[in-house]
């Protein structure tokens, strides 16, 4: 079977793969929808970062793909329910990068709060500026989190290690850590807070969620940061709050559009502005985030391929079967429909299989179910199931000592 790794995916991805007899191609950049198409011939496992968009166009041209993996937390670069209708199963990495993109945002707090991005660009051009004028400390100032998810809640906690009050918001109904407080509204929450950072996910509702109006309300002299996802923010109604004074700095890390490859240029209404840090989308880009996240996703992966397993799948039912025996085994997505169950059994039983395991989960409109059995399964009763049950995937494995 083939793997397909785009944007420098860390190495300890493709070194996991080539361990379970993959066959691996890597490339360092992200592909367009025509390239992507012509790339994925007798692929079965496609490996994305944040910039690679996986169409319903490029699925249905992708008969060989069984699974994509977005070495990442978001997965709003893949069409889920395309995806889901193909039976092809997502995974991502939603926890590895959280302490990287924390610590990244408390950084930019005290820098923003000391103006050290205009401090140091002046001493780079030769002029000292020894100046308390428009520098505070961070202790007693209040940080309002907006998306209250797990980065949200790791911030949250770290931040008040440091003396910041917090205060958040959230759709979903959270409990607060520590001492943080939930406010009952967005605007409410941007009325009260001295830095607002944005947390949430990609989903279609949250485009455009902050925009010329949120900042009018935000408090004179407070900062803002995206570290979440580019499309929440107009950047352009941003960049006129911070030039009329009302906004004293901002943090982004994450854009609209953001260049496909390394050394492409870029380009932001953001650019040239004082006290305005800008990140190449580095939130997650560390050492340990990246190998954490190139070690669990390729796990998550191979343990779908080689065993079936959906834990953590962001499509399909979940399902963790147990370590193979000596057993051979058959995993079977359909539709949610009654009595798949027992036909599955009864199909079995027919031909003289006998059951010795088996797990079932659904979720929504899909159904999932592996089976594990004494004998292996003939090609006619695995098509019989695959005919007989609405099957949108089925695969089987022989024994482990076969």
């Keep these: 079977m083939k793997v397909l790794l785009l944007e420098n995916v860390h190495p300890v991805a493709p070194e996991a793969f080539r361990r379970n007899g993959f066959e691996v191609e890597t490339r360092s950049g992200s592909l367009s929808e025509h390239e992507l198409i012509e790339a994925l011939e007798g692929v079965t496992v496609l490996g994305i970062r944040s910039n690679t968009k996986v169409t319903a166009a490029v699925l249905d041209a992708a008969p060989d793909l069984r699974a994509i993996g977005c070495f990442c937390i978001g997965t709003n670069q893949v069409d889920l329910g395309r995806a889901t209708e193909l039976g092809v199963g997502v995974f991502n990495a939603p926890f590895s990068n959280t302490r990287s993109v924390v610590e990244l945002v408390l950084g930019e707090v005290i820098a923003l709060a000391r103006r050290l991005p205009e401090k140091t660009q ?106 979440s996802r580019g499309m929440v923010v107009d950047d352009q109604a941003l960049r006129d709050h911070i030039l009329s004074g009302h906004l004293s700095g901002a943090a982004i890390d994450v854009f609209p559009t953001e260049p496909k490859a390394q050394g492409d240029p870029f380009e932001s209404p953001l650019r040239g502005l004082e006290n305005v840090i800008l990140t190449p989308h580095v939130g997650g880009s560390t050492a340990e985030a990246q190998e954490e996240i190139g070690s669990f996703v390729a796990g998550k992966l191979s343990g779908y391929i080689a065993e079936g397993a959906t834990s ?91």
């Excluded at 109006?213 to 803002?224: I, L, N, T």
């Excluded at 079995?348 to 089976?371: D, F, I, K, P």
Aim: hydrophobic share 40%.
């Design 122 to 227: 002046k001493m780079h051009d030769g002029i000292w500026d020894k100046s308390a004028k428009g520098a505070y400390e961070t202790r007693g100032r209040t940080l309002g989190i907006v998306g209250y998810g797990n980065i949200g809640t790791q911030l949250s906690n770290v931040a008040e290690a440091i003396g910041l009050r917090v205060v958040f918001f959230d759709t979903a109904d959270r409990p607060a850590h520590g001492n943080a407080r939930r406010m009952g509204s967005l605007d409410e929450l941007l009325e009260a807070s001295d830095v607002v950072s944005l947390h949430v996910d990609g989903r279609p509702g949250n485009a455009g969620l902050f925009g010329a109006e949120q900042f009018a309300m935000m408090k004179p002299g407070s900062v803002f940061i995206n570290a």
């Design 312 to 402: 953590l799948s962001v499509n399909l039912p979940e399902v963790l079967p147990t370590p193979r025996d000596g057993s051979f085994r058959m995993a079977l997505l359909h539709h949610n429909i009654p009595g798949v169950l027992a036909s599955i059994n009864n199909t079995l039983a027919a031909t003289g299989v006998n059951v010795v395991g088996q797990s079932l989960a659904t979720r929504g409109q899909l159904g999932y179910v592996v089976t594990d059995t004494d004998v292996p399964l003939t090609d006619e009763t695995l098509t019989a199931l695959r005919d007989g049950h609405e099957a949108l995937h089925l695969e089987s494995w022989p024994s482990e000592s076969a």
